[in-house]
């Protein structure tokens, strides 16, 4: 494609590194369609005869139909994506093909294409994203009275629902699903027809390559178009902040899988036996979404270091942009719909969390909040004195509905019977009726806006 230039051909060590072939070949659907839009803006715009455009258009659509059917064909020497396509081309039109790359270069040609390429795969993981909210928002609904521990320093602290733990993940995955549509409006500006880095003297027209290949505009600077990579580097950082929510969740369901909890059980589907240990059901699916998390993570850092030195406009340091992108894609792709397929067909153990719920003094505040509101004392005085309630309760061996109203007036004199209405862990959740509190009937009213709004996201 150089040869003008050249006398010898590449080492076979220069002709690997160089080549991208084994993993751009990925982009070859967006690679066949950038062509034909740019073919017809060439034909349009008398810049190649109309003859011609219309052969190279008619030649990338058997192109396609041949890779279609038996994918695409790697050679080194071909070097990328983008001279593998317009070599085949070259077979099946002749010389003509060469003049498809008039008023471009591989440069906005490979930025059209892994544009395209990511806007795909966000469009994709929008979809999943809100699959998975959808299952947590209905086992929420299922779920909007079930009483278990919340948790601070992972000690016991006060009574919540399942179903406004479930929640939680909602909102995190909310967020994620803007964070993915915002990066995919600001991705969707054509670079095709920045040229190698400075435009072009063709007259072209971007605005109609723009709107053929689904963009809202051409971008504006031709150097910026050639040596942008924030689109990927902003699809990595949205993959990773959602990565992280899952691998909280996940963290939450291997805790609650093991013995000492026994909060869930993990259907057969997302679990795994021992070799050695007959009685054992691991959840792999859970602890790879976790380990996921981080090789996610990693990839993101990775492409950030290879653009953070870069002088403008393109460098091939760039070729490197494209694994990290799409290894993150398979592994985020697999994760949420491991993650989803788990929450669906989870068990949860209502009898058990609640048993857990019951356990730490999970009812202290309820106590103090009590003295506060029945007997008109201070939030500090009140915490005092509940101190020394649960200390007394510690020292019988039981929890504070295990004292009784003698013991509790032995501790504080404005105690009274009535205090036994809120010492139990399904009045303190049924009292949490503030704003995004924890009360069954905020979590139903809750889960159900969640169940309507999630498809409208
Ligand atoms: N395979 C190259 C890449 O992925 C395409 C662009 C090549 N451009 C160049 N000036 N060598 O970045």
């Not at 150089?2 to 070949?25: H, L, Q």
């Not at 995955?173 to 190698?196: C, E, H, I, T, V």
Request: hydrophobic share 45%.
């Amino acid at each position: 494609m150089w040869g003008g230039r050249f006398e010898g051909g590449p080492s076979a060590v220069m002709a690997e590194i160089n080549a991208s072939i084994p993993f751009d070949k990925r982009l070859w659907r967006q690679d066949i369609r950038g062509s034909i839009a740019h073919v017809a803006m060439l034909g349009r715009q008398g810049i190649i005869e109309t003859g011609a455009a219309e052969a190279i258009s008619a030649g990338l659509q058997q192109v396609e139909a041949e890779y279609t059917a038996g994918g695409v064909p790697v050679d080194l020497a071909l070097e990328d994506i983008h001279m593998t396509v317009e070599t085949r081309l070259k077979e099946i039109v002749g010389p003509d093909a060469g003049r498809l790359h008039t008023a471009r270069s591989r440069n906005d040609q490979v930025a059209t294409d892994f544009k395209l390429w990511t806007r795909d795969a966000i469009d994709g993981h929008l979809a999943a994203i809100r699959t998975l909210a959808g299952v947590l928002a209905a086992r929420a609904l299922e779920h909007h009275a079930t009483v278990m521990p919340g948790f601070t320093h992972l000690q016991v602290a006060q009574p919540v629902t399942l179903g406004h733990h479930l929640l939680a993940y909602v909102e995190m995955l909310k967020r994620d699903f803007g964070r993915f549509r915002d990066a995919r409006a600001r991705l969707n500006q054509s670079p095709l027809g920045a040229a190698a880095l400075a435009g072009t003297g063709f007259p072209t027209d971007r605005a109609f390559t723009a709107q053929a290949l689904g963009f809202d505009r051409p971008t504006a600077n031709s150097l910026d178009s050639v040596s942008d990579r924030d689109f990927a580097i902003e699809y990595l950082t949205s993959a990773t902040q959602c990565a992280l929510h899952l691998s909280r969740l996940a963290e939450e369901i291997i805790l609650w899988a093991s013995q000492p909890f026994g909060w869930v059980k993990l259907p057969d589907q997302w679990s795994t036996g021992s070799s050695i240990m007959p009685q054992k059901k691991n959840p792999d699916a859970a602890e790879l979404v976790r380990g996921h998390a981080g090789r996610i993570l990693g990839l993101m850092t990775s492409l950030m270091v290879t653009m953070k030195g870069l002088p403008l406009a393109y460098s091939k340091d760039m070729q490197d942009d494209k694994e990290p992108v799409f290894q993150a894609h398979d592994l985020f792709e697999l994760s949420l719909a491991a993650m989803a397929g788990m929450m669906e067909t989870i068990r949860f153990v209502p009898e058990r969390m609640r048993a857990a719920a019951a356990s730490g003094f999970s009812t202290a505040t309820d106590l103090a909040d009590w003295l506060v509101r029945e007997g008109g004392v201070p939030f500090r005085e009140a915490h005092h004195i509940t101190g020394r309630a649960v200390k007394a309760a510690e020292e019988k061996g039981v929890m504070l509905d295990g004292l009784t109203l003698e013991e509790l007036v032995a501790v504080d004199a404005r105690i009274d019977a009535r205090v036994f209405d809120v010492l139990s862990v399904e009045a303190s959740v049924s009292s949490r009726t503030s704003l995004g509190g924890t009360a069954p009937a905020r979590v139903q009213a809750a889960a159900e806006a969640a169940i309507r709004e999630v498809p409208l996201w």
